[in-house]
């Protein structure tokens, strides 16, 4: 007998009940002649990264444990969930994961001064779904050390030796944890994740097909019974993780399911999870592990197995790489007014010293060396003897640019204005406004085209250049990915052959294709102010990085074009 219409419709548009029924195995299960670790509870409410909150947290110690041996570790928000340390206990005794000691957190509260009045403030949401590296600090600076200070455990500090992991909002939190500190964390547990638009997740699956593939394991667990409420779709969101990390090249495991938004089918799964984390230990997690990535970043910019090298360090403030005909590189120490000069061969010396601050350098057809003497509120031109000479006076600067004619644009942030200085004649205002902090500038290969970096926002802008040297057709032009303090840091630029736009950012490396779209994100060499980069080297496929007290470099896919050089064309972008 057929249902009537109305009934047909209702199973047609109604979901199905999720049955939800998953049972807990054997290894979540005390076992008979398995040993049992120990697990203690501690409060903690000393929190620099998070003030005035108070928590309490759980550390779980296997039987197997030996003082003499660093213990791996695993980090859980939200307490102690899924059966860990059972799970553990039984793993651990057949050798399925290595000895761990579990470190179980809970959220923190900021306690309400009269709590018959008032709430506490609940800091879950915050230190869980937000953005950044402030809850990897957190525990890396602040519970860990707690740990070690009460129980005296000796603790491995390697990444590849911890894992963390957590449900929900303590899901992101994990993923953000290795993300902002692949060093620190470097295998992941997620239960029905929040990569949703609570405080910036829904863009972590942009991000992680742009970003060069970080040493990350990852286990996504969720169901189809998830929430679907107001920040977004749970079950879509983890289903497009998987989907991005697949893509990029990730070490990613999942398994989907059901169920609803709860731990059911998470400890279900748990000890399996556990297993495929650990597998192979201790070889180390690796990026890109089987050469899968399809991003641009892997694929048409950066050279396999090619990582930053270090070339100098020492320095206070490093500034203004700009590579000469040859593709030497020179750079400035800011603090220490040092102009430095990196050979062929990578050997540094000392260029030029009393530079007046110099910042920002770019060399000109004439084969003399530009700068931004700030301090002195100069141009200077440098012969290739280091011999100074004034090219204009009166005006602060940052950063310029030198086309093939010997045209000079420079930047002047804090007065929010852009300097145009036509060869052999005066300068003058060539813009003013619009922009925050505008900070590098840029020719195009075609020089028709020139760029300026705004720290303070989110874009490079773009004008039109005038065959007389004025500008045009001013345009936010560029869209570059914010960190979690919504500036994007962008600083200097530098250009390849392809016209390909190289942006150093908060985030990294950020190149653009001529359309405007951040293609990909490449790395910081190292957690500091990422300055400036260009490219250099005898076939000018290095690229160059000025970041905090060091230079890098690594070599490339591309070829880095030079604005003193004749003007060329390059491919039109795909639209």
């Given at each position: 007998?057929?249902?009537?219409?109305?009934?047909a419709?209702?199973v047609?548009?109604?979901?199905?009940?999720?049955?939800?029924?998953?049972?807990?195995?054997?290894d979540?299960?005390?076992q008979?002649?398995v040993?049992?670790?120990e697990?203690?509870?501690?409060?903690?409410?000393?929190?620099?990264?998070?003030?005035?909150?108070?928590?309490?947290?759980?550390?779980?110690?296997?039987?197997?444990?030996?003082?003499?041996?660093?213990?791996?570790?695993?980090?859980?928000?939200?307490?102690?969930?899924?059966?860990?340390?059972t799970?553990?206990?039984?793993?651990?005794?057949?050798?399925?994961?290595?000895?761990?000691?579990?470190?179980?957190?809970?959220?923190?509260?900021?306690?309400?001064?009269?709590?018959?009045?008032?709430?506490?403030?609940?800091?879950?949401?915050?230190?869980?779904?937000?953005?950044?590296?402030?809850?990897?600090?957190?525990?890396l600076?602040?519970?860990?050390?707690?740990?070690?200070?009460?129980?005296?455990?000796?603790?491995?500090?390697?990444?590849?030796?911890?894992?963390?992991?957590?449900?929900?909002?303590?899901?992101?939190?994990?993923f953000?944890a290795?993300?902002?500190?692949?060093?620190?964390f470097?295998?992941?547990?997620?239960?029905?994740?929040?990569?949703v638009?609570?405080?910036?997740?829904?863009?972590y699956?942009?991000?992680?097909r742009?970003?060069?593939?970080?040493?990350?394991?990852?286990?996504?667990?969720?169901?189809?019974?998830?929430?679907?409420?107001?920040?977004?779709?749970?079950?879509?969101?983890?289903?497009t993780m998987?989907?991005?990390?697949?893509?990029?090249?990730?070490?990613?495991?999942h398994v989907w399911?059901?169920?609803?938004?709860?731990?059911?089918?998470?400890?279900?799964?748990?000890?399996?999870?556990?297993?495929?984390?650990?597998?192979?230990?201790?070889?180390?997690?690796?990026?890109?592990?089987e050469k899968?990535s399809?991003?641009?970043?892997?694929?048409?910019?950066?050279?396999?197995?090619e990582?930053?090298?270090?070339?100098?360090?020492?320095?206070?403030?490093t500034?203004?790489?700009?590579?000469?005909a040859?593709?030497?590189?020179?750079?400035?120490?800011?603090?220490?007014?040092r102009?430095?000069?990196?050979?062929?061969?990578?050997?540094?010396?000392?260029?030029?010293?009393?530079?007046?601050?110099?910042?920002?350098?770019?060399?000109?057809?004439?084969?003399?060396?530009?700068?931004?003497?700030?301090?002195?509120?100069?141009?200077?031109?440098?012969?290739?003897?280091?011999?100074?000479?004034?090219?204009a006076?009166?005006?602060?600067?940052?950063?310029?640019?030198?086309?093939h004619?010997?045209?000079?644009?420079?930047?002047?942030?804090?007065?929010?204005?852009?300097?145009?200085?036509?060869?052999?004649?005066e300068?003058?205002v060539?813009?003013?406004?619009?922009?925050?902090?505008?900070?590098?500038?840029?020719?195009?290969p075609?020089?028709?085209?020139?760029?300026?970096?705004?720290?303070?926002?989110q874009f490079?802008?773009?004008?039109?250049?005038?065959?007389?040297?004025?500008?045009?057709?001013?345009?936010?032009?560029?869209?570059?990915?914010?960190?979690?303090?919504?500036?994007?840091?962008?600083?200097?630029?530098?250009?390849?052959?392809?016209?390909?736009?190289?942006?150093?950012?908060?985030?990294?490396?950020?190149?653009?294709?001529q359309a405007?779209?951040?293609?990909?994100?490449?790395s910081?060499?190292?957690?500091?102010?990422?300055?400036?980069?260009c490219?250099g080297?005898?076939?000018?496929?290095?690229?160059?990085?000025?970041?905090?007290?060091?230079?890098?470099?690594?070599k490339?896919?591309?070829?880095?074009?030079?604005s003193?050089?004749?003007?060329?064309?390059?491919?039109a972008?795909?639209?």
């Amino acid at each position: 007998m057929r249902p009537p219409l109305f009934l047909a419709f209702l199973v047609s548009v109604l979901p199905i009940a999720a049955a939800d029924d998953y049972a807990l195995g054997p290894d979540s299960k005390k076992q008979e002649g398995v040993p049992q670790g120990e697990v203690t509870k501690y409060s903690f409410d000393k929190s620099k990264v998070f003030p005035g909150t108070t928590r309490d947290y759980w550390v779980y110690v296997p039987k197997q444990y030996d003082a003499a041996k660093p213990a791996c570790v695993f980090i859980c928000q939200d307490g102690i969930q899924y059966q860990a340390p059972t799970v553990f206990d039984n793993l651990i005794h057949k050798k399925e994961m290595p000895v761990t000691v579990g470190i179980f957190i809970m959220h923190g509260r900021v306690k309400a001064a009269d709590t018959n009045a008032a709430l506490d403030r609940f800091n879950r949401s915050f230190e869980y779904d937000g953005m950044g590296d402030g809850y990897a600090r957190f525990v890396l600076e602040e519970i860990i050390p707690d740990v070690v200070a009460r129980t005296g455990l000796n603790l491995s500090t390697n990444g590849n030796d911890r894992a963390i992991g957590g449900a929900s909002s303590g899901a992101i939190c994990a993923f953000t944890a290795a993300w902002e500190r692949p060093d620190a964390f470097r295998r992941v547990f997620s239960s029905i994740g929040t990569y949703v638009g609570l405080r910036g997740g829904d863009v972590y699956p942009t991000l992680i097909r742009k970003t060069e593939p970080k040493p990350i394991r990852i286990f996504l667990q969720d169901g189809s019974a998830d929430l679907n409420i107001y920040g977004g779709d749970w079950w879509m969101a983890n289903q497009t993780m998987e989907r991005a990390l697949t893509f990029a090249g990730y070490a990613v495991n999942h398994v989907w399911g059901d169920g609803g938004h709860n731990g059911k089918h998470a400890s279900a799964v748990f000890p399996d999870a556990m297993r495929w984390l650990w597998k192979d230990w201790p070889d180390p997690v690796m990026a890109n592990p089987e050469k899968k990535s399809r991003q641009p970043v892997t694929e048409r910019v950066l050279q396999p197995d090619e990582p930053w090298q270090l070339l100098s360090e020492g320095h206070r403030f490093t500034e203004g790489p700009a590579a000469n005909a040859k593709g030497e590189v020179f750079f400035t120490d800011i603090p220490n007014n040092r102009i430095h000069k990196i050979a062929l061969d990578g050997k540094v010396s000392v260029f030029a010293e009393d530079t007046g601050s110099a910042n920002g350098l770019m060399f000109g057809p004439d084969g003399k060396l530009y700068a931004c003497a700030s301090g002195k509120k100069q141009i200077v031109a440098y012969d290739d003897k280091g011999g100074a000479s004034v090219v204009a006076e009166g005006l602060e600067s940052n950063d310029l640019a030198v086309n093939h004619r010997g045209d000079i644009y420079v930047t002047d942030p804090n007065n929010k204005q852009l300097w145009f200085i036509p060869k052999g004649g005066e300068k003058r205002v060539a813009d003013k406004g619009g922009y925050e902090f505008p900070n590098g500038v840029l020719l195009s290969p075609d020089q028709t085209l020139l760029y300026v970096a705004d720290s303070r926002g989110q874009f490079v802008w773009s004008y039109q250049v005038r065959p007389n040297g004025d500008l045009a057709h001013k345009q936010k032009y560029y869209h570059l990915h914010l960190p979690d303090d919504a500036r994007s840091g962008a600083d200097g630029m530098t250009v390849d052959t392809d016209g390909t736009l190289y942006v150093t950012t908060s985030l990294g490396v950020q190149f653009c294709d001529q359309a405007g779209r951040v293609n990909g994100i490449i790395s910081k060499p190292q957690k500091n102010w990422l300055a400036n980069v260009c490219f250099g080297g005898p076939d000018f496929n290095e690229l160059y990085a000025t970041c905090g007290d060091k230079v890098y470099k690594r070599k490339t896919r591309v070829r880095g074009s030079l604005s003193f050089l004749a003007p060329t064309k390059p491919r039109a972008p795909r639209l």
